[in-house]
């Protein structure tokens, strides 16, 4: 027979854990940080939805960013290299080669992505040459 003081133990235990738990999955779900287990899998959604080859191998400095709901998703990922290897990628990107990027200033481009692929609304990349840093920005719904 099991005594009521350890009932109470045990169910005190299960409720902190599941507390736990559900305060994770919220954390999770509403925050704008992608845990580092899903990272490469959000560059990887992005890029897919992008119609993008892979980032330069040069990239560094790699920020993904996620926003949206259970109906929506935007992910946004920015990552710096050098010019050379930019300008490499953005050529081998069949997706981008018969479109005119918007020029926002000397050092700033923008390639509107609309509509995306794989079910995406579309997005943007913004490319500043100065800080030699793409800003790739796609949304799904």
Sequence with gaps: MIRPNTMKKV???LLIVLSIAILFLIINISSDRVMPWNKQQA????????????????????????KGSMFSRQ???????????????LNENSRLKNMKPIIHSSSIVK??????????????????????????????S
């Design 11 to 13: 169910t005190k235990t």
């Design 43 to 66: 560059i990887i959604t992005t890029l897919s939805w992008a119609g993008l080859e892979p980032l330069p191998e040069s990239s560094s400095e790699i920020k993904v960013w996620k």
């Design 75 to 89: 992910f946004i990922i920015e990552f710096t290299s050098d010019q050379n290897s930019i300008d490499k990628w």
């Design 111 to 140: 390639y509107d992505i609309h509509p995306g692929e794989n079910g995406a609304i579309g997005g943007f990349i913004t490319i500043d040459k100065e800080l030699n840093k793409v800003t790739i920005d796609m949304s799904w």
